[in-house]
């Protein structure tokens, strides 16, 4: 398994002007409701030139799509980016999820509106707002979300104080 570094992900991203919002459990942990991830969720930008720009990083990144059949190969290039919205990803990194709309209604340009910029050791980017976790948390109604929701609610309680 290839080591986790999330900076290099978003490092590499960010060099190649991908436009993009971090969900999941980094975007929660910069926030201050901290579970164990071993991911970067990203949810990307779908307009013109976006796929070109992403397939550029993920080729840096050495992507491949998770689980494949033995002999099977997926060239991820703009165009099957195109046809795809959602890819589950292996990387030189660690694994990378990239959706498109990882609830209905919240795209890039809805995550965007409303997320924060985050500063992290070497790279600044987006993450998504707590209340836009909470609702994909909800959408994706998986058992781990229940106490996710839950946590989140919480520190956004701690802040608001």
Same mark, same amino acid.
């Given at each position: 398994m290839d080591p986790f570094d999330p900076q290099a992900l978003i490092a590499a991203l960010n060099r190649h002007?991908? !436009?993009?919002?971090?969900? /999941?459990?980094? &975007?929660? $942990?910069?926030?201050?409701a901290i579970w164990a991830t071993t991911d970067l969720d990203i949810c990307y930008a779908r307009g013109a030139g976006d796929h070109e720009r992403l397939a550029t990083a993920l080729a840096e990144l050495k992507a491949r799509p998770v689980d494949l059949p033995l002999g099977v190969h997926v060239r991820l290039d703009?165009?099957?980016?195109?046809?795809?919205?959602?890819?589950?990803?292996?990387?030189?990194?660690? !694994?990378?999820?990239?959706? /498109?709309?990882? &609830?209905? $209604?919240?795209?890039?340009?809805?995550?965007?509106?409303s997320a924060r910029s985050f500063v992290g050791q070497h790279e600044t980017y987006l993450v998504?707002?707590?209340?836009?976790?909470?609702?994909?948390?909800r959408a994706a109604g998986r058992a781990k979300d229940g106490g996710h929701i839950e946590?989140?609610?919480?520190?956004?309680?701690?802040?608001?104080r």
């Open positions: 002007g991908v !436009r993009y919002v971090v969900i /999941g459990g980094i &975007a929660g $942990g910069v926030q201050g703009a165009r099957a980016l195109r046809r795809g919205e959602t890819w589950t990803l292996l990387t030189d990194f660690g !694994r990378l999820d990239i959706m /498109g709309e990882p &609830a209905p $209604g919240l795209d890039y340009e809805t995550l965007a509106a998504a707002s707590l209340e836009d976790l909470i609702t994909m948390k946590l989140i609610q919480a520190v956004r309680q701690e802040l608001q």
